[in-house]
């Protein structure tokens, strides 16, 4: 079965900071790129962060870069999002997404194919 | 950076034909993706690319693109189908994702 399982989110104070992981299974993880998404409670879905296959390209949404960081172990089937100076406004359900980027002749798609169950980040103190 | 638009808000009688748009530059060189969220659950992709539906998403869900502008359908609008519907595409200025506002569908 194809899976994606975070984990690693809890309260943490203003300024502190977190690291989650998502644990893949059931497909060759080394194939495809990865993706952070939060959803904030009430809102909709925010892109966080994402990272190919290799690691060569790695992208952040303007307000998470230099706080965040995103980073992979193709070998142990592991996505990781380090999140520091984290503030109130971080508080969210944080998803991982399989993420299959391909072009056509017509168009690029760009597919969040598989999620998981999100993890629970509330920044508070 | 772009965007992607969406309304806010549409409804449809049960039964019924509903189309929810997504709006945005990016459009006229990435397809759409379109994903469902209820309360409580993962984002689920419903529809992708020209004609392309996941594997145990009912063919009532169907999509297209016209210019900067793509639609996701449900013709027969079920009771289990109102949530939150999202579209997203990367920006290819900056090849960051974009997510639409979402719309939040009501079956009535």
């Known amino acids: 079965e194809v899976q994606l399982v975070e984990s690693g989110g809890r309260l943490v104070r203003p300024g502190g900071s977190l690291r989650l992981s998502c644990a893949a299974s059931?497909?060759?993880?080394?194939?495809?790129?990865m993706a952070w998404v939060r959803q904030a409670p009430g809102k909709g879905l925010e892109w966080v962060s994402s990272?190919?296959?290799?690691?060569?390209?790695?992208y952040y949404a303007d307000s998470m870069r230099g706080r965040f960081t995103i980073s992979r172990d193709n070998a142990k089937n592991l996505l990781y999002l380090q999140m520091k100076s984290l503030r109130a406004e971080d508080t969210a359900v944080y998803f991982c997404?399989?993420?299959?980027?391909?072009?056509?002749?017509?168009?690029?798609?760009?597919?969040?194919?598989?999620w998981g169950q999100g993890t629970m980040v509330t920044v508070s103190s | 950076s772009s965007e992607l638009t969406q309304d806010p808000a549409v409804s449809v009688a049960l039964g019924q034909t509903v189309r929810i748009t997504c709006q945005g530059d990016s459009l006229r060189s990435y397809s759409a993706s379109w994903y469902q969220v209820k309360p409580g659950q993962a984002p689920a992709l419903v529809f992708h690319g020209q004609n392309n539906r996941p594997s145990g998403i009912p063919d009532r869900f169907s999509g297209s693109t016209s210019g900067n502008t793509a639609s996701l359908t449900i013709t027969g609008a079920q009771a289990e189908d109102e949530a939150d519907y999202y579209c997203h595409a990367r920006d290819t200025t900056d090849n960051h994702v974009m997510f639409g506002g979402g719309t939040r569908l009501t079956v009535l």
């Open positions: 997404a399989r993420d299959d980027v391909y072009c056509t002749s017509t168009a690029c798609h760009d597919v969040f194919d598989i």
């Open positions: 059931g497909f060759t993880f080394s194939n495809y790129g």
């Open positions: 990272i190919s296959s290799a690691s060569g390209y790695i």
